[in-house]
């Protein structure tokens, strides 16, 4: 069973903010919530990581409420170089690191 | 930054021929590395956790004698698809944590295999 949940797909245009909200409920003491990016035919891109609250890098912002069960990563003016897909992942000591479906993120102009 | 590189980018063989890939950390000792499969328009589908100087742990449903995994040094893991076939043809792509269990992964560029 896939251990994160996202939208298949988002429509943004050039300039907007775009907030990308993953559920896990099962998430588990221990584990931080990774996020990454993937072009077409590479390999993903590490975006940001947290464990609680708020982070936040150069790139993103991540939002994660007390509970934990979900996070919001949010990617302020983006660009139509960050049309991509976006996977959340949450990480746990037993090297668990299946992804989930991710997001297809459209940026239009 | 932790890179890790991941050769060849593609190859394109023949059905019943053995395919070899690499992946290197090149600036850092990886412990554990990772295999995922990519079909087009879909997600990474984990194969199989890497580890150094030990059997590698497959996913269920990935034939181990199929796709083999050597993890002989801590900075290089190697995946060869046996006797490959054309429904292996795939993006093939490896990853690599540097530090703790809960630190990013650094993701090598893939690698595209086409089975003739």
């Known amino acids: 069973l896939a251990k994160t949940t996202q939208p298949i797909s988002m429509d943004s245009y050039e300039g907007q903010e775009v907030n990308i909200t993953c559920s896990h409920n099962n998430i588990a003491t221990n584990d931080y919530i990774t996020w990454y990016q993937q072009f077409p035919s590479q390999g993903p891109r590490f975006i940001i990581q947290g464990y609680k609250t708020k982070v936040t890098n150069e790139v993103a912002s991540l939002f994660i409420p007390a509970d934990r069960k979900s996070s919001t990563l949010s990617l302020p003016r983006v660009s139509l170089s960050d049309t991509a897909v976006y996977y959340c992942?949450?990480?746990?000591?037993?090297?668990?690191?299946?992804f989930g479906a991710g997001t297809r993120l459209t940026v239009k102009p | 930054g932790a890179v890790v590189s991941q050769h060849p980018s593609w190859v394109i063989c023949k059905s019943g021929t053995s395919v070899k890939i690499e992946c290197r950390s090149l600036?850092?000792?990886?412990?554990?590395m990772f295999w995922y499969r990519q079909f087009p328009k879909q997600s990474l589908m984990l194969m199989a956790t890497s580890n150094e100087g030990s059997k590698a742990t497959y996913e269920q449903g990935v034939e181990k004698d199929k796709f083999l995994i050597n993890h002989a040094s801590l900075t290089l893991s190697t995946l060869t698809v046996t006797s490959a076939h054309p429904e292996d043809s795939s993006f093939y792509i490896c990853?690599?944590?540097?530090?703790?269990?809960?630190?990013?992964?650094?993701f090598g560029n893939g690698t595209r295999l086409t089975v003739t």
């Open positions: 600036d850092f000792q990886a412990t554990t």
């Open positions: 990853s690599a944590r540097q530090g703790a269990t809960n630190s990013p992964l650094h």
């Open positions: 992942l949450v990480g746990d000591n037993n090297n668990d690191m299946r």
